[in-house]
């Protein structure tokens, strides 16, 4: 049975595939169209500009009413993330609407990268350098960019690291395969939504 | 875990607990007896609400009960709506042109395209078949007292409310009184689920739908008419299709013998 979220859901990942914001894209995972997986390409002109940052996003059936759970899978070191991935950031929690999708939520957290919040920090370390040591931060940062090259490769079972930044080969083989299958889903949905 | 976290983590389990006990209890129940209501209170400790209670029963008949999940005002009224649609086809196309409508008007406030439409073909289409008598009784309210439908169409109720707060904003912004914008407020309170309804939204929604409403208050405030309800508006001249009972923080219908 298709419910309001599954077909809300199936619709934002139609809208993320025919007008993708910049430097975003996300799909559900192979058979469940609740959990996401999403791949943010650092800001250019800032100290996460080539990092291809994976998260996963965990949406339930109360989903737009709620926000989904969101969390980077990549290693992440920024004021407003926590050691396990999960995010700070208002509009995932207090200030949700339901009327953001899944473009909206991944462009958010992309210009959160670059505009820390310092007054709410869910990682210390990273929120003092921000303040004081702005060098230190962007070496750290730095840091976790190149893993992020890394961790895509691992993923998908190619443990090989690309020297030259190739980050765009391997983030391009992990969208394809969920989007294939996510496609699958997407008729079904589509079949079932005109029966309503 | 640093305190800050652990605390966080307390009131997350907190809420998930009030919730759950809230979801006992159906979204939308059955109509009953008004009766219920004296039943509630006990004449010897609290003879005035058990005083109101007998003297609104001689008025009201029967009682429908609404979850109380901070969503109980803009559900009762959204159920009442319903009910006088199901039995008025007249009244249905009336309501569903406006809910038409209200898509356009959202759009021009600056409600992002996408997902406000959604909303409202969503709501629009499934109040289609409650007009063009393609479905139940018993499907609607199988649909109401499914969290994710229900919700679904309760959004659309939240939005049009602050779009009718945002066209009128010079007339609502005054009302903030702790210096927010009332875009801010309508996207806080307003739009967001499972925030209660305060004087705005009361207004806000009942000016939307076009659908006056009557509270009938239980708690010890008298009205200034004499008895226990408000009409909202204030100044409408017949009395209301729709009736609610208001106890402290919470909203049920109720109906006319």
């Known amino acids: 049975m298709t419910t309001p979220s599954r077909r809300r859901l199936m619709r934002d990942f139609k809208k993320l595939q025919e007008d993708p914001p910049a430097g975003v894209s996300g799909a559900p995972t192979e058979d469940n169209i609740l959990a996401w997986e999403a791949i943010i390409f650092g800001p250019q002109e800032t100290p996460f500009e080539d990092g291809t940052f994976k998260l996963s996003l965990e949406f339930t059936e109360e989903y737009p009413n709620k926000p989904p759970t969101v969390k980077f899978i990549s290693k992440m070191f920024h004021p407003n993330v926590y050691a396990d991935g999960s995010i700070c950031l208002d509009i995932l929690q207090n200030r949700w ?36 040591n702005r060098r230190e931060y962007e070496k750290r940062v730095q840091q976790i960019v190149e893993q992020s090259w890394l961790n895509i490769g691992e993923n998908e079972g190619d443990v090989e690291l690309k020297d030259d930044g190739g980050d765009s080969i391997d983030e391009k083989a992990v969208i394809t395969s969920t989007s294939e299958n996510a496609d699958a889903e997407n008729n079904e949905g589509g079949a079932s939504a005109s029966n309503v | 875990m640093t305190d800050a976290e652990n605390e966080i983590e307390l009131q997350d389990q907190q809420f998930k ?30 003879p005035d609400y058990y005083n109101k209670a007998k003297e609104l029963a001689n008025t009201y008949g029967e009682i429908r009960q609404i ?14 709506i319903l009910e006088v649609c199901m039995k008025n086809e007249e009244k249905a196309k009336q309501f569903l042109e406006t809910c038409l409508g209200w898509n356009d008007r959202l759009l021009k406030l600056g409600f992002p395209d996408w997902t406000t439409n959604d909303f409202c073909e969503v709501f629009t289409d499934w109040f289609k078949k409650v007009v063009n008598k393609e479905t139940t009784s018993e499907k609607i309210f199988d649909d109401l007292n499914d969290d994710s439908q229900s919700n679904y169409l309760i959004i659309f109720m939240r939005l049009i409310t602050s779009g009718y707060l945002k066209e009128h904003s010079e007339d609502y912004a005054p009302f ?12 806080t309170e307003i739009e967001a689920m499972w925030k209660d309804a305060d004087h705005l939204g009361i207004s806000g929604l009942v000016l939307a739908t076009g659908y ?26 017949e009395t209301p299709e729709i009736s609610l009972l208001y106890r402290p923080g919470h909203y049920d219908i109720i109906y006319h013998k």
């Open chain 1, 97 to 132: 609407s339901p009327t953001y999708d899944v473009a909206a939520i991944l462009t958010s957290i992309q210009s959160l990268l670059d505009e820390p919040n310092p007054n709410s920090p869910a990682n210390s370390l990273a929120a003092q350098l921000y303040q004081e």
């Open chain 2, 176 to 187: 903030i009184d702790d210096g927010r914008s009332l875009a801010d407020y309508c996207s």
């Open chain 2, 67 to 80: 979850r109380g999940d901070g969503n109980c005002f803009y559900r009762a009224v959204f159920v009442g």
């Open chain 2, 212 to 237: 006056n409403i009557r509270i009938e208050y239980m708690d010890r405030t008298a009205a200034p008419n004499g008895g226990w309800h408000y009409d909202i508006p204030a100044d409408c001249n």
């Open chain 2, 17 to 46: 607990q009030i919730e759950n006990e809230q979801k006992m209890f159906p979204l939308v129940a059955d109509r009953l007896p008004f009766d219920l209501v004296i039943l509630d209170y006990d004449a010897e400790t609290s």
